[in-house]
């Protein structure tokens, strides 16, 4: 509770077009360019897994167009295999980093935690700025793999070595590819570490008078826990990235064992160890799931809560659970290593912790679900996604049991259950939570509603489309569809080639959805309906603020002063059944939690 | 739109578990004296997760149906229990829950990964490079000959770089690009990669395990039924990885005798 932020952040207004709309300090701005980043990764993403998915349907159909973009890995439009892996990786690698992190923590983060907590903005809004123009640059680094030597890596997202680290020897986009690539994920890290070391002090230091820790609401909580988060798994890629680029180009061998042969000839490495890469890689891998999802709990808590015009059955267990799934995250990412080669008492031992994190994940959903109980729930687009998240987090969910059993995994390791079971609960869900955050708070951001009729049939495509196309995965993977192949030659995977044509029009549907959502928010931008400062009736700050959008400075003249819990809903005051947290107005408040 | 949405989900839900309650897409049938625990482990998993997913969905859609535009003087209640019921709910159902299957799980994965290969297991090299499996038996000498990385020549068919100039134990082992054991034989199979990392995997033999360049591991494993199955590549090797395949052919003692026997003759 301090009241320092107006002397540690002032900066002044900006006069010129390039420091307001491009060069800002100011964290509003600078959120809705990560949004915008995000909005352009995820569109490409989306494209390259439609062209993945025909490709998989029909192995030989020519996608119009694609010979443009290379045309050595699509002659005559008909995708080679390895520009299959090339696109994968890249749809893999722009969609967990560039849409998943990017959208629910940065974008969505660096615009309303300030507003939420009463400050000004962050403390450090040059680290900020340049957090983002760092992952700017590291997307066109990544995207610009497209374009040089033979096109990106095929690597997959993961990037294991040595395929990664032998360079152009072991495939196509296997040299500059690699080496793009981990130049853009380290640069990624680098601008994610910048915005970690903004998001934890505005947190702690700048929340505005009356606004303890348990006052801030649950969507600043989810970025806060996430930011912890961030510093420490972004602190290891970084460097994994570096000694990786190093292996390239410095005649290192840190992932890279000796007398590795290769096309008949002998490989000039030794000493180092391929497993190293996958223990640095999943000591960051496993908390990032946590880190794309636990924004969106908090994104949809807050949504919940606002449409169920009651507060969560516990602020505080929400709070702990979401603290315990960031520290157990760190003990759990030898789940992804149970067959690699790792000692298997080692997989035990991540077993457990993998086992026992479906119990703060169950104490969420069931607070959110029972939460429910003798709301008086409002249906729009918001609550919709937000919603949907929980049964989307609940499907992909109960997969994690499987998965976390070493002997189980046997079975299901590298297969499409895997695939499904990572599209829906960390993919899909985080999505639902950028569009129930979007529907919910567009209108704070620019100052016009979007259109309701179109939230709704976007919400009805998306949640159907996306168990379509995800649980079939799992079906996939139980009868043993190895992922990661570009066509299924093996006598065995034949007979599932219609299961996949399947998923592939339910991806192209689905994915047609999504322009819905793209036309509502670009017509909505200019020609939408006026929005009030608190559409929603909300009692969070962000809805106290002069105007709508706020003003440069957040709250005008004076910083807010907190007199209530974030979330005080079905009470009798003059604004009706609820109570901001800035308001004076004594209420008598049923749902202060001891 | 709340009623539409509540069906929806209860709809989709049991759409779900229409296919796994048929059997649609399951594993084929286990082939290894391991596997039936792996296979009780996965049916469990799937009745405690497929209840979980159920429940939760049926009474979230039953929550969205009952108390979405409710009347405008409707009162605001709370679950009777409040968060205390259900944290102990979650920490007592799903702590047993998860405890048990870490318990009966970690069972089977000790009966794979905890026991060493009897003396009398039969040992098979796998090797596996871009994108192709080799096997090696050790002839009747029982011991395999060493590997020069630098003699390792396609061109050659010298798969495995030995020098049957030189090394002794070189001379009657036997490379073949397709696997045969006996039934009802133990075997202990020692995995190399010569270049990066590939994976092996059997779903009859329930059986996957990964390459590690630079570091042979083992697996061993019993297999019960006459037949031939795929082995396929499961960790991402390169542009050929799809097509990465080879045969396990299952025979009785006498028929692998002679298949070994005519596969020495061919070296």
């Known amino acids: 509770m301090h009241d320092m932020s107006a002397h540690a952040v002032q900066h002044h207004q900006p006069t010129t077009f390039i420091r307001k709309h491009v060069f800002s300090l100011d964290h509003k701005v600078i959120g809705k360019q990560y949004y915008a980043l995000a909005l352009l990764a995820a569109l490409i993403g989306m494209v390259l897994s439609w062209m993945m998915r025909i490709h998989l349907g029909w192995t030989n159909a020519a996608i119009p167009g694609l010979q443009l973009l290379s045309k050595n890995g699509a002659p005559g439009g008909v995708m080679t295999p390895e520009y299959y892996l090339q696109l994968m990786t890249m749809h893999g690698t722009i969609m967990v980093f560039f849409v998943l992190t990017t959208a629910p923590f940065a974008a969505f983060g660096n615009y309303f935690l300030p507003i939420q907590v009463g400050a000004e903005d962050m403390p450090f809004p040059h680290f900020n700025m340049m957090s983002f123009w760092v992952t700017f640059v590291g997307f066109w680094v990544l995207i610009a793999a497209f374009f040089v030597g033979d096109g990106p890596s095929l690597g997959g997202w993961t990037q294991y070595a040595p395929l990664s680290a032998v360079g152009p020897v072991a495939g196509p986009g296997e040299g500059m590819g690699v080496i793009l690539w981990a130049t853009s994920i380290a640069l990624f890290c680098v601008g994610q570490l910048l915005g970690a070391l903004n998001f934890i002090p505005t947190t702690l230091d700048l929340r505005a008078k009356g606004m303890s820790m348990m006052r801030l609401p649950l969507s600043a909580w989810g970025w806060f826990i996430t930011s912890c988060m961030g510093l420490t798994a972004f602190a290891v890629l970084m460097p994994a990235c570096i000694l990786l680029i190093l292996d390239h180009v410095a005649g290192t061998s840190f992932f890279v064992p000796s007398n590795l042969v290769i096309n008949d000839q002998l490989q000039p490495h030794s000493g180092g160890s391929t497993l190293l890469w996958q223990h640095l890689f999943w000591f960051f891998g496993h908390p990032e799931v946590y880190i794309a999802i636990v924004p969106g709990m908090g994104i949809v808590s807050h949504v919940l809560i606002a449409n169920m015009r009651k507060p969560m059955l516990s602020h505080r267990v929400l709070i702990y659970s979401m603290g315990a799934l960031a520290v157990l995250s760190y003990m759990v990412y030898g789940h992804h290593m149970f067959v690699s080669g790792m000692n298997p008492f080692s997989s035990l031992a991540f077993s457990f912790p993998t086992l026992a994190i479906t119990i703060p994940s169950t104490i969420i959903v069931l607070i959110w679900t029972f939460s429910l109980y003798g709301s008086k729930l409002r249906i729009n687009s918001a609550s919709l996604f937000a919603l949907g998240f929980i049964s989307m987090f609940v499907a992909g969910g109960v997969s994690g049991f499987f998965l976390a059993q070493p002997s189980i995994d046997i079975m299901l390791h590298a297969t499409y259950f895997v695939v499904g079971h990572f599209h829906m609960v960390m993919g899909v869900a985080a999505m639902f939570g950028i569009f129930s955050g979007t529907y919910f708070w567009f209108p704070k951001m620019t100052g016009r509603m979007m259109n309701e009729t179109l939230g709704t049939i976007h919400f009805v495509i998306s949640f159907i489309g996306t168990y379509c196309i995800f649980m079939p995965f799992h079906y996939l993977g139980m009868a043993g569809n190895v992922r990661r192949y570009s066509a299924f030659v093996a006598d065995y995977l034949q007979p599932l080639i219609p299961v996949h044509r399947f998923i592939t029009v339910a991806a192209l549907i689905t994915g047609a959805g999504q322009l819905i959502f793209l036309y509502n928010l670009i017509h909505t931008r200019f020609w939408g309906a006026p929005a009030t400062d608190n559409p929603w009736e909300g009692t969070s700050l962000e809805w106290s603020t002069p105007t709508t959008p706020p003003p440069h400075n957040n709250f005008g003249d004076h910083l807010p002063v907190v007199y209530h819990d974030p979330y005080q809903y079905g009470v009798k005051s003059s604004t009706g059944d609820y109570v901001m947290q800035a308001s004076q107005e004594q209420v008598a408040t049923v749902n202060e939690e001891k | ?267």
């Open chain 2, 1 to 267: 739109m709340a009623k539409f949405f509540a069906v929806t989900i209860i709809v989709i839900a049991i759409a779900s578990a229409i296919p796994i309650l048929r059997h649609t897409w399951v594993a084929p049938e286990d082939i290894s004296t391991h596997g039936a625990l792996i296979d009780d482990q996965m049916s469990e998993t799937m009745a405690e997760a497929g209840i979980s997913f159920l429940a939760a969905q049926f009474v979230l859609a039953i929550f969205i149906w009952q108390f979405s535009n409710p009347r405008p003087d409707a009162k605001i209640k709370n679950f009777p229990g409040g968060a205390k019921g259900l944290v102990i709910a979650a920490f007592v159902l799903v702590g047993a829950e998860v405890l048990a299957l870490g318990i009966f799980g970690a069972k089977a994965w000790a009966d794979v990964y905890f026991t060493p290969p009897t003396a009398s297991a039969m040992p098979v090299q796998v090797q596996a490079g871009q994108f192709a499996f080799y096997f090696r038996y050790p002839g009747p000498d029982g011991t395999f000959g060493p590997i020069h990385p630098e003699l390792i020549n396609e061109g050659t068919q010298n798969f495995y770089g030995l020098d049957t100039d030189h090394d002794a134990d070189s001379k009657d082992d036997i490379v073949t690009a397709e696997m045969a054991i006996p039934v009802n034989k133990e075997i202990h199979l020692l995995m190399h990669s010569k270049d990066l990392g590939h994976s092996f995997y059997v779903r009859e033999l329930r059986v996957q395990q990964d390459f590690v360049p630079g570091l042979d591991v083992s697996l061993h494993f019993t297999a019960t039924k006459v037949g031939k199955y795929e082995i396929v590549c499961t960790q991402l090797c390169g542009l050929g990885h799809y097509n990465m395949k080879a045969y396990l052919e299952v025979m009785s003692q006498e028929d692998f005798d002679s298949w070994l026997k005519k596969e020495q003759a061919m070296q």
